[in-house]
């Protein structure tokens, strides 16, 4: 089962329409429709989101392992999951900052 139907799967089992699901992972609805048709894969971003929005664990939402449901995990787990979570959010607002940073520069040496 690819991504895209696990989604669609999840969205379902939680009785989710595609617009609540969509304004909850803050993705435009047209988008997430191309995304659970598998016409569009979502970025770490919205999988991450889902995954903290939806209770489910990245390896199901990614793989299809057996253990979708994030329930039980331990304390510390959690944590570690919100830590590793905002490391990565950080990590992509840096990438965002230097990509911008990269686009002026190229610009000041094309009006050069």
Do not use: H
Not at 42 to 52: A, H, V
Not at 55 to 76: H, I, R
Request: hydrophobic content about 30%; some cysteine; glycine content about 4%.
């Amino acid at each position: 089962m690819s991504i895209s139907l696990r989604i669609k799967e999840l969205r379902k089992r939680k009785d989710i329409s595609q617009k609540d699901f969509s304004n909850t992972i803050r993705v435009d609805n047209s988008q997430f429709s191309k995304i659970e048709a598998g016409k569009l894969q979502p970025t770490l971003q919205q999988l991450m989101d889902i995954c903290s929005n939806f209770g489910v664990t990245m390896d199901w939402l990614c793989f299809g392992s057996n253990e979708a449901e994030t329930k039980g995990k331990k304390e510390d787990d959690d944590e570690s999951y919100k830590e590793l979570a905002e490391a990565r959010k950080a990590i992509i607002e840096y990438q965002k900052e230097e990509i911008n940073q990269l686009k002026m520069d190229l610009e000041r040496l094309k009006n050069k």
